[in-house]
């Protein structure tokens, strides 16, 4: 499950979570008939129109095993909030993994096989964090990647802002709360800022950007996907 955004704007992360998973022997289909989840149209209060992606989600995953997605948001969505909005999406709603939840306690990964030379900082997002409870999980698959340089990112728990439409219709606050989580990622001098959620990164990363700081936003798949025969470039 690409997840809308990541379809859209960030298609190298979805590319990452392929050759990812196969690396580690599964076979990965991209069911076309998938859109968006719906998490946008139900946080705003449209309830209807996101149950009816609700359902279509839950027709285009029909018959997998596992439903996997590079988002803490978009998965605690689909967990979390879709059995409530109709009954048939409750099997899908049981087989649906955030990336690191379903490397480490599905597959029993850790190391996946990464080399990534870099000094990195690791931003937890807040549906991961809070929703689903992923924990240290993303962590112990950085900490296993070689020539990775793992620096803590100050008040790491803080949110960085983004939150959807929060964004759009409290943007002075949500300025500030990204001024915030800025200064902490510059703190680390790290060169590459990564969590499991392309919205954040796209927020983080447009506000460093802007500020010409050097400093790339990158999801934690393509850092994973990331070998010496394949490697990813932070100047590209």
Avoid at 127 to 150: E, I, N, Q, T, Y
Avoid at 159 to 176: D, R, V, Y
Avoid at 207 to 215: A, D, E, I, K, P
Wanted: hydrophobic share 40%; glycine share 8%.
């Amino acid at each position: 499950m690409a997840t809308c955004l990541t379809d859209t704007f960030f298609p190298d992360t979805a590319r990452a979570v392929v050759r990812l998973l196969e690396r580690l022997d599964c076979v990965v289909e991209f069911p076309a008939a998938q859109t968006c989840c719906g998490q946008m149209h139900y946080n705003t209060g449209y309830r209807r129109e996101a149950t009816t992606l609700a359902k279509r989600t839950a027709k285009a995953f029909d018959g997998y095993d596992a439903v996997v997605a590079p988002s803490g948001s978009c998965v605690g969505m689909v967990r979390d909030l879709y059995p409530g909005l109709h009954r048939s999406t409750a099997s899908v709603a049981a087989r649906t993994y955030e990336l690191s939840e379903f490397l480490v306690d599905v597959l029993g990964v850790t190391d996946v096989g990464a080399y990534f030379p870099h000094r990195v900082t690791y931003h937890p997002t807040c549906h991961s964090l809070r929703m689903l409870g992923v924990g240290d999980k993303p962590l112990a698959l950085l900490r296993a990647v070689r020539g990775l340089d793992l620096v803590e990112l100050p008040e790491e728990r803080s949110c960085c802002g983004f939150g959807g439409t929060f964004a759009l219709k409290n943007a002075e606050t949500s300025t500030a709360m990204l001024a915030d989580k800025m200064r902490n990622v510059l703190d680390t001098r790290a060169q590459v800022v990564t969590a499991g959620d392309n919205s954040c990164l796209m927020h983080i990363g447009g506000g460093l950007s802007r500020l010409s700081t050097g400093v790339r936003a990158l999801h934690l798949a393509e850092i994973l996907a990331s070998t010496e025969e394949e490697p990813w470039a932070v100047t590209r």
